[in-house]
């Protein structure tokens, strides 16, 4: 066994707490397929986190036996986060730190989660326990236990020039005017250091104001998960079920003795009580004792949802809340909801409906439920008007309405004021230490102000171009915060990147960069990418992208062009193809698996293996499979022992791609450089991809990998001749040749 490599860890940022220790973290190395932030703290924690550990940890924190295991469990979960912040800083996207001072779980992991699938491309987002160092925003969740007060006590009040004040959101879930939840007296003292402060309920948002504690809150309701969703109801029979949603904390905010007094002023043969609530034992057996059919189960019961659907009235008779979300969620499936006025109940119910929350008459609300048990109609009108009130409700207005907050935190920091003002100025973006091959000549021809930058994240770089990395005009920048600040810097008007949708360690993450940059800046992207005719010795621009994100991919039709370039081009390609000796046979051309063209645009086909394999029963003829030239060795031998599974299948290793497309009777591919090929040969190609070709009327293009009948008769379709002329010639107008390209032609692209 190899032995355990100790690193050591300090997870604790707060200065003002004496007893933190370095905690010691160990890996193995040699256990390459093991999550990297599963670590096990053998000094001062005995936990290993696990992915689904750190993204919901509630349950087993509140299960620890002893407060000193949970503060260990707390580190070990910051120990976690640390790897995943370290992990995040380079992705090209700005680092959204979500701060709980303590646990989190339940609805607090359902959020961040909820936050994570929008952000996606846009942000990353790292959970921890205490802030850390470095994030571009941070968002606190829990302010006010004794984590916080620590904290926010050895930062000083009102020092907002501290980052996690100038950069930091505050974010209210409860009532202010619940003080022992909210902790109000405590967080006024703090309120106005704070960049913005998010308010997800009304009553919220009116206190900041009226009380004139800050000047940026902002409003952002609570949205409603997509699976509820109104159950139909064409009529309502038998006793009218009436519902709790939620945790019952033995302090009596959520009103559980109400719940007791309003029981025994109904009909136990008129209604029944539905609690979806873990730890409502106690009520629940109170209300039985009155003779009341009660039924309680919990958000972790495979039928939760079934239950939620089937309540007829959701009642909320709560002291305090801050939405709460079973007032939309309820609304949304169409129940009618009688509530205390609390939270966003004001918003969103008529006066009929709302009871007062320091003492609602139980009497008064016993009454209305009587009402709608002698007049059903009731509830069925009701229940599509609320299920209109809450349409608008959705994670994703939610989600948005934060991110423009978080852009304008990291805007703020961001300096606008560029040194090149009214001039245009080219910046070449690399994700390694150099610039890719084919547009070397362009770059060197170059007469406009330029630079070069490389996000060198990767480590070590596979390529080094010492000249161009020790020219004064190149810079290595991997924070996207610094990235963006250098580019305003520079006067950056036109960004030139390659390929731009590579979206990997391996590789560098393209798309986070280039989306970061288009968000913070007004700067224009110009992709470049290798051209057809000949691939390895031409390039192309193009201002919206490459291969099938580009504005060749996304035309409806190919405009006219009169020329005879296809005609020299083909007789350029004959002196380099080498006849094969085969004749009659479908040619397949292999891609990588790893290629964006596969990742990206191959809908149907994810590995060359099952298109050998779909191919191979698709058509008796004889098919020649030809692997990528830079493909492993390993992904060979497994194609070529799929391929001696079929008696009319050769598999063949060569160059001569020029060849095989030449003699082909017909193409099958997926999104190919070599269907640019075949087409110069007026060859039927049939296309299983999104490419520059994609629906041109020039391939056959499948688009329902189903209909096995309808590829069979590519087998009798010729292409139209006049279009696969038109469409290599135009291929050949929109390229450039890699050592010596038409400058002013490629001008052209950065008006």
């Not at 750190?54 to 036996?65: A, C, H, Q, T, V």
């Not at 699938?117 to 160092?133: C, D, F, M, N, T």
């Not at 095989?660 to 640019?676: F, G, Q």
Request: proline residues 5%; contains cysteine; charged residues 25%.
């Amino acid at each position: 066994m190899k032995r355990r490599r100790i690193r050591k860890v300090l997870i604790n940022p707060l200065k003002s707490d004496k007893s933190k220790k370095p905690v010691t973290v160990t890996r193995n190395p040699g256990i390459k397929k093991r999550p990297i932030a599963s670590r096990r703290s053998t000094e001062n924690s005995e936990f290993v986190i696990t992915p689904a550990l750190y993204y919901n940890n509630e349950d087993f924190y509140n299960n620890l036996p002893t407060d000193d295991k949970k503060i260990k469990f707390l580190r070990s979960l910051d120990s976690y986060a640390q790897h995943e912040f370290n992990r995040a800083k380079n992705s090209g996207v700005p680092t959204i730190n979500m701060v709980f001072f303590g646990h989190w779980g339940w609805v607090f992991s359902h959020m961040t989660k909820i936050y994570k699938e929008h952000a996606r491309g846009k942000y990353q987002i790292v959970s921890s326990v205490w802030p850390l160092k470095g994030c571009d925003v941070y968002q606190y969740w829990r302010i006010g236990n004794n984590h916080s007060r620590k904290f926010l006590n050895g930062i000083g009040l009102h020092n907002k020039n501290h980052e996690s004040f100038s950069k930091g959101i505050q974010m209210f879930h409860d009532s202010p005017y619940h003080e022992s939840r909210f902790n109000t007296s405590f967080k006024i003292n703090f309120l106005d250091s704070y960049h913005s402060l998010l308010c997800t309920s009304k009553e919220q948002y009116d206190w900041v104001k009226n009380n004139n504690y800050h000047q940026r809150p902002f409003y952002a309701p609570l949205g409603i998960d997509n699976k509820y969703k109104e159950k139909p109801k064409t009529s309502i029979k038998g006793k009218i079920k009436l519902g709790f949603i939620g945790r019952i904390y033995g302090c009596g905010f959520k009103g559980e003795n109400r719940f007791i007094q309003l029981a025994s002023k109904l009909d136990r043969n008129k209604f029944e009580f539905i609690f979806l609530s873990p730890n409502a034992s106690n009520v629940v057996g109170k209300i039985r004792n009155l003779g009341f059919t009660v039924t309680q189960n919990s958000s972790k019961s495979n039928n939760f949802l079934d239950t939620y659907k089937s309540l007829d009235v959701t009642l909320i008779l709560s002291i305090n809340e801050g939405t709460p979300l079973p007032l939309i969620e309820s609304l949304k499936l169409g129940h009618t909801v009688i509530s205390t006025n609390v939270g966003e109940a004001p918003v969103h119910l008529e006066k009929k409906y709302l009871f007062n929350k320091n003492g609602p008459d139980v009497e008064k609300i016993a009454k209305v439920l009587n009402n709608i048990y002698d007049n059903r109609d009731i509830l069925l009108k009701n229940k599509s008007k609320n299920v209109r009130k809450v349409k608008d409700l959705t994670w994703k207005k939610f989600s948005e309405k934060t991110f423009k907050v978080w852009d304008k935190i990291i805007l703020e920091k961001i300096n606008t004021t560029p040194m090149h003002l009214n001039k245009k100025h080219i910046t070449f973006l690399s994700w390694h230490n150099s610039l890719p091959g084919f547009i070397k000549s362009f770059y060197n021809q170059l007469s406009l102000p330029k630079s070069f930058i490389s996000v060198g994240h990767i480590k070590p770089p596979r390529l080094y171009d010492k000249n161009l990395m020790n020219k004064n005009n190149s810079f290595v920048e991997s924070d996207i915060h610094k990235l963006v600040k250098k580019l305003k810097v520079l006067g950056t008007t036109h960004l030139v990147v390659w390929n731009g949708e590579f979206n990997d360690n391996e590789r560098g993450f393209q798309p986070n960069y280039i989306n970061s940059i288009k968000r913070y800046t007004d700067i224009k992207i110009v992709y470049t990418e290798h051209g057809w005719f000949p691939q390895n010795k031409t390039f192309m621009i193009d201002t919206e992208g490459t291969n099938g994100s580009s504005s060749i991919a996304k035309l409806k039709d190919i405009p006219k062009i009169s020329s005879n370039e296809d005609l020299i081009k083909r007789r350029e390609y004959d002196g380099m193809a080498i006849d094969p000796n085969e004749r009659d046979y479908i040619y397949v051309p292999l891609q990588l698996n790893t290629d964006t063209q596969i990742v990206n645009h191959s809908p149907f086909f994810k590995d060359m293996k099952d298109l050998i394999e779909h191919v191979a029963k698709l058509f008796t003829k004889k098919i020649i499979i030809k692997a990528h030239p830079k493909d492993t060795p390993a992904n060979k031998r497994r194609y070529k022992d799929t391929c001696k599974k079929y008696p009319h299948i050769k598999f063949v290793d060569d160059m001569n791609n020029i060849g095989w497309c030449k003699h082909a009777d017909r193409m099958v591919a997926i999104n190919s450089t070599s269907i640019n090929e075949a087409l110069l040969y007026s060859k039927p190609v049939m296309t299983y991809g999104i490419n520059n070709f994609y629906d041109k009327g020039v391939t056959y293009t499948i688009k329902n990998i189903e209909d096995i009948n309808y590829q069979k008769d590519f087998l009798y379709y010729l292409p139209d001749k006049e279009r696969c002329k038109n469409y290599i010639n135009f291929l050949l107008s929109k390229q450039f040749k890699k050592d010596s390209p038409n400058m002013k032609k490629a001008l052209k692209y950065f008006k």
